[in-house]
């Protein structure tokens, strides 16, 4: 196998594409894969800092958010690019965001381990202090 260039690596298209059947909605969406970024800035969007300036989970719209990084049209340009737009997306049926969520996150690598992976540094102790804020 030839070693690449720094100039062959960035011109290579290494992106995915992927039908996904999704009878819920009559009909099937086109996923791609995520550039390193966007897994980057995903993976950076699942943390959030409160009102006490303490670090929490954000797991807010999870499905939808990822669902919408990964939904494209015919030209690979993303459907749902607004945080209205992935609200309204959130609002859709669980079982059709998950069956695109499953697919996309094999498409992408993101394991369940790397899920837990995320979330397992925010074990929070119990404190007088509201959850709800």
């Known amino acids: 196998m030839a070693i690449l260039s720094r100039e062959e690596i960035i011109q290579v298209d290494d992106r995915k594409l992927k039908e996904v059947p999704v009878p819920e909605w009559g009909g099937s969406v086109m996923i791609r894969s995520l550039t390193?970024?966007?897994?980057?800035?995903?993976?950076?969007?699942?943390?959030?800092?409160?009102?006490?300036?303490?670090?929490?989970?954000n797991f807010e719209n999870f499905r939808a958010r990822f669902v919408a990084l990964c939904v494209v049209d015919e030209n690979g340009r993303r459907l749902f690019q607004s945080r209205q737009e992935v609200a309204l997306l959130g609002n859709k049926s669980v079982a059709a965001l998950q069956r695109i969520f499953n697919e996309a996150q094999e498409m992408n690598g993101m394991s369940q381990e790397d899920v837990d992976e995320l979330t397992s540094d925010f074990e929070k102790a119990p404190d007088e202090d509201s959850t709800f804020d």
């Not at 390193?36 to 989970?57: A, L, P």
Request: glycine fraction near 10%.
């Open 36 to 57: 390193g970024r966007e897994r980057d800035d995903f993976e950076q969007s699942t943390v959030k800092t409160n009102k006490r300036g303490q670090q929490e989970q």
